[in-house]
């Protein structure tokens, strides 16, 4: 499980992504979830239907795919 602080601490860079992954997250939704995990988890299964599971194991994958891109390059 990646590390749920990088949610709150990353949420400018992360919010894109999870208004991507999720369209059904509005721009107010996400301006009240400050990058908090249980409440991103909330938002989302609340507005989609997708388990917490799901939602997780995507937002797992969204901050890995962050990390990734802030890795340098050799």
Request: proline share 1%.
């Amino acid at each position: 499980m990646a590390d749920r602080t990088m949610l709150e601490t990353r949420w400018t860079e992360m919010q894109g992504r999870v208004k991507e992954a999720w369209g059904a997250v509005t721009d107010d939704d996400i301006r009240r979830l400050e990058g908090r995990w249980d409440q991103v988890i909330s938002a989302v299964r609340r507005k989609t239907g997708e388990t917490v599971d799901a939602i997780e194991s995507k937002l797992d994958e969204l901050i890995d795919d962050l990390r990734e891109e802030q890795r340098p390059t050799s």
